[in-house]
């Protein structure tokens, strides 16, 4: 079945230690999100490819940092986690840019920051 | 900046209605989205509305007014399977996501 998978699906890191979160996608989209969900809160967009042009939102802080080294896998990089970092982390596809897209979800990474 | 709202929690019992509404104020509308999201789990798209009016889709349907900025889920014949977190969305521009906190609905016996 096409989908999108994510690995691990828990993660423990302590603070200030580099950490990688893994996404890939079988659906051959073009387009692949990172999102952070804290808990009871709306997910937040944190940067997004469109092919191999990436994209960040204004306000995602430089700790955070993607790779996308080719159409199915893109990496989140955390350079130096807190502990207000501790969330889930959704990544999503879609197949094309455009208003009528439907972005499909992962099944999110845990992260817990010791 | 965008401003999405929707109830906090919501509880109904199994073989009921429950609506679930929606108000946004963002800077665009290039269509609103409803997503399913089960406890620790991805959210799971339900339906896309970017015309006015009442889409239906089996048990659950999804209505949009674009001029008062409002959308409602509409969920009829609960299950138990339905308790869950439902997303509102809407999409401000090509590709961006802007995502209410969640709805907690909760289904009892």
């Known amino acids: 079945d096409a989908m999108v998978i994510q690995n691990p699906r828990y993660q423990v890191t302590q603070f200030g230690k580099p950490v990688t979160l893994s996404c890939s996608q079988t659906l051959n989209h073009n387009v692949m999100y990172w999102y952070q969900q804290k808990s009871s809160q709306a997910p937040k967009l944190l940067f997004h490819?469109?092919?191999?042009?990436?994209?960040n939102e204004a306000d995602t802080p430089d700790n955070f940092q993607s790779r996308r080294p080719n159409t199915s896998f893109c990496f989140l990089d955390i350079r130096s986690p807190g502990l207000g970092d501790a969330a889930m982390y959704l990544c999503a596809t879609s197949r094309e840019q455009g208003a009528a897209e439907t972005q499909y979800f992962g099944p999110g990474t845990r992260l817990l920051v010791l | 900046g965008q401003n999405i709202d929707q109830p906090t929690e919501m509880t109904a019992t199994e073989g009921a209605i429950v609506q679930i509404n929606c108000t946004y104020q963002t800077s665009g509308f290039n269509g609103l989205f409803w997503y399913q999201q089960h406890a620790g789990e991805a959210p799971t798209f339900l339906s896309y509305n970017v015309l006015d009016g009442l889409e239906e889709k089996g048990r659950f349907s999804s209505f949009l007014s674009r001029s008062k900025g409002y959308s409602y889920l509409l969920l009829k014949e609960l299950q138990m399977k339905d308790s869950a977190s439902y997303l509102c969305a809407v999409r401000d521009g090509d590709y961006k996501l802007s995502f209410g906190a969640g709805t907690t609905v909760t289904v009892r016996a």
């Open positions: 490819y469109y092919d191999k042009d990436f994209n």
